[in-house]
């Protein structure tokens, strides 16, 4: 979210109330006292691209519990492959 080109709209439905977050505004992630804020970090790459260095999602693949962790951000998957195939 932080300084993203586009305006973000977020929508409160129990609350009745729209939320914006404009373009190119700088945000931070929040800390507690008791929790403070850190990158969650992954013990191995997304299975498509291999990459380390972006927040992941975890799918389950079958009824036996079977896993494996993608890219939550799809365009840059797309981007690290097709770096990997040059």
């Known amino acids: 979210m932080h300084m993203m080109p586009a305006l973000q709209l977020f ?3 129990r ?3 729209i939320y914006a977050v404009p373009p190119y505004t700088p945000v931070e992630s ?3 006292d008791d929790h403070p804020f850190t ?3 992954w013990d191995e790459p997304c299975a498509i691209c291999g990459s380390r260095h ?3 999602d975890e799918v ?3 009824d036996s519990g079977k896993r494996m962790f993608v ?3 799809t365009d840059y998957c797309r981007q ?3 770096e990997q195939k040059k």
Do not use: P
């Open 54 to 56: 972006s927040y992941l």
């Open 80 to 82: 690290q492959s097709e």
């Open 39 to 41: 990158v969650q970090e």
């Open 15 to 17: 609350e009745k109330r």
């Open 60 to 62: 389950v693949l079958d």
């Open 71 to 73: 890219c939550s951000d």
């Open 11 to 13: 929508g409160a439905g």
């Open 30 to 32: 929040l800390d507690f």
